[in-house]
């Protein structure tokens, strides 16, 4: 049981590149959630998902865009980076809404130049 | 908005001594969880509370949700090494999920 994984682990970018962060878990959990954390702040949610083939915003979406083709995976993407994308991305996933308890994958450091 | 907000920000205590960090939202929550998040890892859940004025206990660890449901205390009794980390509180405020706020967290520093 490997709980929640993220791709990449580490990942540098340009400016106005792209690029897409994986998020699996195998808890078969409905709800899905991308988070990102930057020092001093806390964790900011970006996008979540309540089940395969949705999702809605979060606190922060602006610049990223997500998709839930099949349950176990939430994808998050950055369409153009900007310097202001540098952060800590945390993936969680948990079995119901309403504040159960979220399970935290290992994290995704992106660096954009 | 809602805003969760923690205080200390940072904490630095000798081995051995108390620690407590505590959390306020500016609304009233449904329930409220901490997380500990070591230095380069990522956030795990400890507790959740639910209840006015619950009190929950694991092992060195004490948690309180306040009466009126928009604040929380972690209190660590006689803190070891292994307590170094970051404490979050995140509160659920409403029944939509993107209700939930996480504070900024309490940095704990453990002086052997």
């Known amino acids: 049981n490997a709980g929640v994984t993220q791709t990449p682990k580490f990942r540098v970018l340009k400016t106005g590149q792209s690029m897409t962060l994986l998020c699996a878990q195998d808890?078969?959990?409905?709800?899905m959630y991308w988070y990102r954390q930057d020092p001093g702040m806390g964790l900011r949610l970006i996008h979540y998902?309540?089940?395969?083939?949705?999702?809605a915003k979060g606190e922060v979406p602006d610049g990223y865009n997500v998709s839930r083709l099949k349950k176990q995976n939430f994808l998050l993407g950055l369409e153009s980076a900007a310097p202001s994308q540098t952060s800590v991305y945390f993936c969680?996933?948990?079995?119901?809404?309403?504040?159960?308890?979220?399970?935290f994958g290992p994290g995704t450091r992106l660096l954009v130049l | 908005g809602q805003q969760v907000m923690q205080i200390p920000q940072y904490q630095h205590v000798q081995e051995g001594e108390d620690f407590t960090t505590y959390c306020n939202s500016s609304?009233?929550?449904?329930?409220i969880q901490w997380y500990k998040q070591r230095p380069g890892g990522h956030p795990v859940f400890l507790i959740q509370?639910?209840?006015?004025?619950e009190v929950k206990k694991q092992k060195r660890l004490t948690f309180q949700f306040g009466e009126a449901k928009k604040n929380s205390s972690l209190h660590i009794t006689a803190t070891q090494t292994t307590d170094v980390g970051t404490y979050f509180c995140?509160?659920?405020?409403?029944?939509?999920?993107?209700?939930?706020?996480f504070g900024p967290g309490t940095s704990l520093s453990v002086i052997p």
């Open positions: 969680a996933s948990s079995y119901f809404e309403d504040g159960e308890t979220q399970y």
């Open positions: 808890m078969n959990h409905e709800y």
């Open positions: 998902s309540v089940g395969e083939g949705t999702t």
């Open positions: 609304t009233t929550l449904s329930n």
């Open positions: 509370l639910v209840k006015s004025g």
């Open positions: 995140a509160g659920l405020s409403g029944t939509s999920y993107d209700k939930v706020i």
